[in-house]
């Protein structure tokens, strides 16, 4: 076999080891030294030692000769290198303080005040309760970018109170799953740092350049509940004095000003000292994980307890990461070393693709992948195959990390393996069923797939505003 046809049996392996359900990280690091191993192999370099005294000395000096040849490939440095590398990226340390910061708000009962003060806010609005839980979604995943803390807690939180108001189950149910994936695109949102870390962009320009996306997203959603109540009335009944009180308008502004602002001007500062340069990302998030744990101790929701959840669960989610960068990395040098990224080029240049269906291709590619692999393993394992790619197209490596970030919410969203999904259904009364909910999440599938043709049809969405802070590149 030749080295390139090593490398695409190199991945072929890796594919079907992971749908037999291998940890991924371990799975690569373990491909990446062994098909290493072969690609490395230099017998007259490696037992130079061994074959000077084999016949010279005794056994076990033989011995340890031997040994200390079969470690003498360069695949051991390339990991040890790969794995200093990973560790001491100054864009990665911004995940572990932005993480912690998102589990300590999740045990601060913010959520809790911030959903009934919008929820008596809006009740004017058609479809108020659920404008009310996704503008919550919103602003909880923009803090915490954990999907599955947000969709579990406003599940356990907003969706009895919207069946109860009488509300359809699944539009009940799609309001949830939809808004709480919005966190790993709308900034500060962990998977951009770490598509950042993958592809060399500048993590404030994909801050900048995500906003307006992530904008016209949640509007386009707000647009379907408003619009959906005012169509069909019974899918979201107005509330009744009873389900939603008057609140005398004083006391209305009381209750913004002491669950939305603290959250919305730790969320502001955060963002705002990363897109106007006074901090780095890393210095923003130190903040920004204060400032939650200061939020948490004003709400009198910080404990011992709670810090210690939320630092363990911040070190096992880091490490999860950090370990899928060590494996990535030595795998796709090892893959790129025996020309596997050079023959997937030229078969994709073979097609003669226009940009746009370059696009197609990666993003429908991304699009399934994404129903049995996490976004994580996506941005660290596979996007990396196509960044080399996007020269060849013309495709600016910026406007498409958040095409993916787009294309990733359906990951979460589409059945088979919609994870919002199940996390929603673990913890949603028996009488909503896996068919209600993934009756409720299709709408918002076609909405992501709308905004990313805006994108693609007014580039002026990611461009702009990245442009006019930092200068045109």
């Not at 790993?184 to 900048?208: F, T």
């Not at 901090?279 to 404990?303: H, K, V």
């Not at 959840?309 to 990535?328: I, K």
Request: negative net charge.
């Amino acid at each position: 076999m030749t080295d390139p046809q090593v490398a695409l049996m190199m991945l072929g392996i890796f594919i079907v080891l992971v749908f037999l359900g291998f940890p991924i990280a371990f799975t690569l690091m373990a491909m990446g030294i062994g098909f290493g191993y072969y690609a490395y192999y230099e017998p007259d370099r490696m037992w130079r030692t061994f074959n000077r005294l084999a016949e010279d000395t005794d056994g076990w000096t033989s011995f340890t000769a031997w040994i200390e040849g079969f470690y003498n490939n360069r695949i051991f440095d390339l990991f040890v290198n790969q794995t200093y590398t990973v560790m001491s990226n100054e864009v990665l340390t911004a995940v572990p303080l932005f993480l912690f910061m998102g589990y300590v708000v999740e045990r601060a009962n913010i959520v809790d005040k911030l959903f009934t003060t919008l929820n008596i806010a809006a009740k004017g609005m058609p479809g108020s309760m659920g404008v009310a839980a996704l503008v919550t979604c919103a602003l909880f995943a923009t803090s915490t970018g954990i999907v599955g803390a947000v969709v579990t807690l406003m599940g356990l939180l907003a969706l009895p109170a919207m069946l109860k108001a009488r509300y359809d189950t699944s539009f009940a149910s799609g309001i949830i799953c939809a808004g709480g994936t919005l966190g790993i695109l709308i900034p500060p949102s962990i998977m951009l740092i770490v598509y950042a870390a993958a592809s060399g962009v500048s993590i404030v320009r994909l801050y900048a350049a995500a906003l307006y996306p992530s904008l016209v997203l949640v509007g386009l959603y707000l647009t379907y509940i408003i619009g959906r109540a005012i169509l069909q009335p019974s899918v979201a009944p107005k509330p009744t004095k009873e389900e939603v009180p008057d609140v005398p308008f004083g006391e209305l502004l009381w209750m913004l000003m002491t669950s939305i602002f603290p959250l919305a001007f730790l969320i502001l500062a955060v963002l705002g000292s990363i897109l106007f340069g006074l901090a780095t990302p890393t210095e923003a998030a130190s903040i920004g994980a204060l400032g939650g744990m200061l939020l948490a101790t004003a709400y009198r929701a910080m404990s011992y307890q709670k810090l210690r959840e939320s630092v363990y669960l911040t070190v096992r989610t880091t490490a999860m990461v950090c370990w899928l960068f060590v494996g990535s990395y030595t795998f796709s040098a090892v893959f790129s070393y025996l020309g596997g990224e050079h023959l997937i080029s030229e078969f994709v240049m073979g097609f003669d693709l226009t940009p746009f269906q370059f696009l197609i291709l990666a993003q429908l590619i991304i699009f399934l992948l994404g129903w049995p692999l996490e976004w994580s393993e996506i941005i660290i394992i596979f996007v990396p195959i196509f960044l080399p790619l996007l020269p060849l197209f013309g495709v600016d490596p910026l406007f498409f990390g958040i095409l993916v970030a787009l294309n990733l919410q359906t990951s979460f969203l589409t059945p088979p393996m919609a994870m919002s999904a199940y996390y929603l259904k673990g913890i949603a009364p028996p009488s909503v069923q896996l068919s209600h909910i993934f009756k409720g999440v299709m709408p918002y599938l076609g909405m992501v797939f709308i905004c990313m043709f805006l994108m693609y049809e007014f580039p002026a969405l990611v461009f702009s505003l990245p442009d006019a802070i930092y200068g045109a590149r």
